[in-house]
């Protein structure tokens, strides 16, 4: 089993910046692909970014220059993903959700609010 806690998110000023953290702990050598997913209110969850545990990085055309994700891998059989985001806007305000894929199977965390407003 893996586990899954984001943590980070919170009010901001449109033009700030914050740090997502997600902390994966269990079965980690068994976690391949992770990524940041995020859903506005009324809206269908998206893909922000995807990191695999090669490294290799894809972004949706939003986050593109503004945000950059990265992985911590297996230090004390924990791995922690990142996402800085920094140029806010009141678009990107969403609960963001970290995600793994396990094997054949994929692990959600609970979500973090960012809300991005004046």
């Known amino acids: 089993q893996v586990q899954l806690v984001e943590s980070g998110g919170g009010l901001v000023q449109p033009g700030g910046s914050l740090r997502l953290s997600c902390a994966a702990s269990?079965?980690?050598?068994?976690?391949?692909?992770m990524a940041w997913y995020r859903q506005a209110p009324g809206k269908e969850r998206e893909l922000v970014a995807t990191?695999?545990?090669?490294?290799?990085?894809?972004?949706?055309d939003s986050a593109k220059g503004r945000f950059t994700i990265s992985r911590d891998n297996a230090k004390n059989a924990k791995t922690t993903l990142y996402l800085q985001m920094n140029s806010l806007k009141p678009d990107d305000t969403a609960v963001y959700y970290c995600h793994a894929r396990v094997g054949f199977s994929v692990v959600w965390g609970q979500g973090t609010q960012v809300t991005v407003s004046s």
């Open positions: 990191i695999t545990s090669g490294g290799g990085i894809n972004y949706a």
């Open positions: 269990g079965s980690i050598l068994r976690v391949t692909t």
